[in-house]
């Protein structure tokens, strides 16, 4: 009897680490698969981060972001793998498929000090946990080098129960699959559109007033981010929020009028930092159709 229940509780752990880990494979990669996770490094102001002053992890996140497929494939790999724990005859499949993405994840989070390295890790034993009746035939067919033992199939009377225990999970896996998406395009719209023509990286030509000369001016004019960043010659770095209105931006406490030229070229003029000021800029095309991100 002991020996009954023992087993009916391990039985029990082991689906519910089984459904929390789809679940949650399935959440961790939607945030790829709508590449919403490293967005925020594809506004204009970050191109104004020089790379030798991105923290490890800012690293990470800017090689993630220079590149959707990958990061959509990425996550397209957690997603199935999260969603091949759903039923019973690819529950093995799903766990392999979910530790080779975690061990990736785990790998490049200690590797670049991310701060959060406990979550992927927890999952990865999940993952492990989940592996755990197939031991013994992975073993049989890795090393034993002979045919592995049937697992025992469920009694008849269990089967209606694991039927809807499974589809109970694929309810659930799908409902988080659309918050998750809705979510994510939500989030993917915000910082993808663009306000005004002014949004984008712009270089200096011309610039006339006090303190050091200007050298590149980001201008992020969307949902999700609306601020101007600002380079000096002398390497500093300062970002102000930012209010596009006709022919004037607001910058901080500041105002500046703006003028638009034909040649992609843009004027600014008005008092900043309490001088006045004035510079002609041209538009860097830090992207192409095609590839690569602004």
Not at 75 to 104: D, H, K, N, P, Y
Not at 222 to 241: F, H, I, K, N
Request: aromatic letters at 8%.
């Amino acid at each position: 009897m002991n020996r009954t229940r023992w087993l009916s509780a391990a039985a029990v752990a082991h689906s519910v680490i089984r459904v929390v880990l789809s679940l949650a494979m399935i959440g961790f990669g939607m945030v790829k698969v709508i590449p919403t996770q490293f967005i925020a490094f594809t506004l204009p102001g970050e191109m104004l981060v020089p790379l030798g002053e991105s923290s490890p992890s800012g690293m990470l996140w800017k090689f993630m972001a220079s590149s959707t497929p990958y990061v959509v494939i990425a996550g397209s790999v957690e997603v199935i793998g999260g969603v091949l724990l759903i039923f019973r005859r690819t529950v093995l499949f799903g766990a392999l498929v979910c530790m080779v993405a975690l061990i990736q994840v785990s790998t490049l989070n200690i590797a670049y000090h991310v701060p959060v390295i406990a979550p992927p890790l927890v999952m990865l034993a999940m993952a492990l946990a989940v592996t755990v009746p197939w031991w013994p035939r992975l073993i049989d067919v890795l090393f034993r080098n002979r045919d592995s033992a049937a697992l025992p199939q469920p009694r008849a009377d269990h089967r209606r129960i694991l039927l809807a225990g499974t589809v109970a999970h694929l309810m659930a896996a799908i409902l988080v699959a659309v918050l998750m998406g809705a979510n994510g395009i939500r989030t993917y719209h915000n910082y993808t559109e663009r306000l005004s023509s002014l949004d984008g990286v712009w270089a200096v030509d011309e610039f006339r007033g006090d303190g050091p000369r200007w050298v590149r001016v980001a201008i992020d004019d969307r949902p999700a981010s609306r601020r101007l960043v600002l380079l000096r010659e002398d390497g500093e770095l300062t970002a102000q929020d930012l209010t596009v209105a006709e022919a004037v931006l607001h910058v901080g406490e500041w105002t500046l009028r703006y003028t638009e030229r034909a040649d992609t070229g843009l004027q600014l003029s008005g008092d900043f930092d309490g001088a006045p000021m004035d510079t002609t800029l041209h538009r860097i095309p830090l992207r192409t159709d095609a590839r690569d991100f602004r």
